[in-house]
Structures are given as structure tokens and as C-alpha cells.
């Protein structure tokens, strides 16, 4: 007789399983292919020879190993760690808004990022202070500052009407900041190339440095978003229901949504804006293992983290030796399936 408790429990570890097979496998192909072409094989031994006494021949050349290790493992892991948050955060948006269109940039992340990241370009003097790049430090604290005013600002509205009061904070947020930053990019037109190269995405020339400042920030909000699956298949059937089994949804809401936030500023802070990985990898997933949140989130994880892989290897192959914004090759892929789940989703209220 078969136990129920494994039977149960499969269908949500094969997919994670399977999926994290997937990523592996695109992690090494994004690490071949490129303007210099390396082996796969060179590759994968020389990222175990970097294991604690594992001593191996990768056959690399020193100018390859340079071009691997300091130029595309990096990207590539940036990929995989945007990708990732990006995914995970759109998951805890709709989580908590009960909505598959809601957006990690819902709450004026992008536009207060943004609005950080021109106003360094524009006004500093250098590309870093004490060792840290101020472009992506000043895009994370332009995010999480743009969030936190929009929290503050639906909180004091009344709570009547819900997360509508939130999500209406943070259009007028975005708003303002995005008025704010075009207002700075029209008086200072000499730089409007280096603030479009941002605003559009870019995973070139992301270094070690970048991927150090943020990793405990995404750290912190991926392990919060996870241990708070539960709790948001518990809320999917409302507050007060949640309430009746001893969920304080207020409260999950909160913590959700600022490590959703968080994961999303840290994001936009080395990549720039990269648009509909938060609504499109979400959607995907729930058709594959189903609308729990303990499932959601973590593939989610994993499927963004694969999907930004692969459409970073689109973005500099399509037109090489030229390079496309990577957030113009995710619009491709993600306006038309956005237009998709608008019109399967009519109906739904924020």
C-alpha cells in the first residue's frame, strides 16, 4: 500500500526537482555561448575546481578563464538572481492582492529606482564610494523609499476599501517620481544616454561588487517570502476567513509585502527595469503545480531565475556583435502574454 503522506507530497518535489535540472543546465549553456564561445566541458570543470579540494584541468586558456570568470559568471548569475527575485516578488504581489496582474513595480519601486539611479548619473562625481558601485545603491534606496511612501500614504486612507487604497498610492507615487525624472533627464540631456541604457535593463557589466551588495537583502526576502506560503494559501480565501483560523492577514500582508519590495529593489538595482518577468513567470507556473503558494513561490523562484537566463542569451546573440536592452526582449516575450491574462482574468477586483 502506497503512503499517502509521500504520494502527497511528490507532485511538489518532481517539479522542483526537474526545474532546478532546467536551470542548471541553461546556467551552462548561458556561460558558453557569447561573443567568446567556450566549452562547455572547460566550463563545468573549471567552476568545480573552484570547490573546497577539488583540484581539476578545466583546458581553458587564461584569456578564457578570465572571460568566464570575470565577465560571464557574473552576468549570468545576475540573470539568475534578477530573474528569480523578480519572479518570486510578482508571486508575493498577486499573493497578497489576490490578483495575477499585480506587479513587482506595482507599489512606485521602478519609479522611485529610477528617479535614484538619474539623479546619481546625473549629479555624482564617480561610479562608486567606498568601494560600492552609487548607481545601484541609489536605485535601492530610490525603490524601497518609493514603496515605503506609497504604503504610508494608503495607510492613511481609510481601510474601507482594502489593498484598492495601496495600489492607488502607489500609481499616484509613481506618478510624482516618474514626473521627477523626467523633469531631471530634460534638463540634463547629455546624459539621457547612460539613463536609457539603465531604465531600459542591462546585465552587462555587473561585477562581483554589484551581486555582494545585494545578496543579503535577497537572502532575507526570499527566506521570508517562503516561510509565508502557507499563510498566503490561507488568505486566498479572504480575510475573515483567514481571521477565523487565527491568520492575521493585516499583519502577513505587511511582511509580504515588504520583502516583496525588497526583493524587488534589489533586483532593479544592478539590472535596471526589467519588465513582465513578475506577471508573465507567475502565470506560467500556477498552470503547471497549481495555485498554492508553497508551490508557487519557490518555482517561481527558480522558473524566473531560468527565464531571464535565456532571454539574456537572446538579448546578446540576436544581433551580435551588438547587444538589445534584455528589457526590450522580455517586453517581446511578456506584452503579448500580459494582453493573454488580462483577458482571461475580467472580472477580478484589486
Known amino acids: 500500500m502506497k503512503d499517502p503522506v509521500r504520494t502527497r507530497h511528490r507532485p511538489a518535489v518532481l517539479p522542483l526537482v526537474f526545474t ?19 566549452p562547455a566541458r572547460g566550463v563545468v570543470l573549471a567552476l568545480l575546481d573552484r570547490l573546497p579540494f577539488v583540484d581539476l584541468d578545466d583546458g581553458l586558456s587564461p584569456v578564457q578563464y578570465s572571460v568566464l570568470m570575470d565577465l560571464r559568471l557574473p552576468r549570468v548569475l545576475a540573470a539568475v538572481t534578477v530573474g528569480g527575485l523578480l519572479a ?35 549629479y555624482a562625481d564617480g561610479e562608486s564610494a567606498a568601494g560600492v558601485p552609487v548607481v545601484p545603491l541609489a536605485a535601492f534606496v530610490g525603490a524601497m523609499g518609493g514603496v515605503l511612501l506609497a504604503y504610508v500614504l494608503g495607510a492613511t486612507a481609510s481601510r ?6 495601496l495600489v492607488l498610492a502607489g500609481v499616484a507615487v509613481a506618478q510624482f517620481l516618474s514626473a521627477a525624472q523626467t523633469y531631471v533627464q530634460s534638463a540634463n540631456t547629455d546624459e539621457l544616454r547612460r539613463i536609457y541604457s539603465w531604465i531600459f535593463g542591462r546585465l552587462s557589466g555587473i561585477g562581483w561588487s554589484e ?59 544592478i539590472s535596471g527595469l526589467i519588465g513582465f518577468v513578475g506577471i508573465v513567470v507567475p502565470h506560467i507556473v500556477r498552470r503547471f503545480v497549481g495555485g498554492s503558494y508553497r508551490r508557487v513561490l519557490p518555482m517561481s523562484l ?37 494582453v493573454f491574462v488580462l483577458r482571461g482574468t475580467r472580472g477580478v477586483d484589486v
Open 160 to 165: 474601507s476599501s482594502g489593498t484598492a487604497n
Open 302 to 338: 527558480l522558473c524566473g531565475a531560468a527565464f531571464l537566463v535565456l532571454t539574456d542569451i537572446v538579448a546578446r546573440t540576436l544581433t551580435a556583435p551588438g547587444e538589445l536592452p534584455i528589457g526590450v526582449v522580455t517586453a517581446f516575450v511578456g506584452a503579448p502574454f500580459f
Open 211 to 269: 551581486l555582494r551588495m545585494i545578496l543579503p537583502y535577497a537572502l532575507v526576502s526570499v527566506f521570508v517570502m517562503l516561510a509565508h506560503g502557507r499563510l498566503l494559501d490561507v488568505m486566498s480565501v479572504g480575510d475573515e476567513e483567514a481571521a477565523g483560523l487565527g491568520v492575521r492577514a493585516g499583519r502577513v500582508r505587511l511582511v509580504v509585502l515588504i520583502a516583496a519590495s525588497l526583493a524587488t529593489a534589489s533586483a532593479v538595482a
Open 20 to 38: 532546478g535540472v532546467l536551470l542548471v543546465g541553461v546556467v551552462v549553456l548561458g556561460l558558453t555561448v557569447g561573443a567568446a564561445d567556450l
Open 88 to 122: 518570486m516578488a510578482g508571486a508575493g504581489y498577486q499573493g497578497v492582492f489576490r490578483n495575477p496582474l499585480a506587479d513587482p513595480y506595482l507599489l512606485g519601486a521602478a519609479s522611485g529606482a529610477g528617479l535614484g539611479a538619474t539623479l546619481v548619473i546625473v
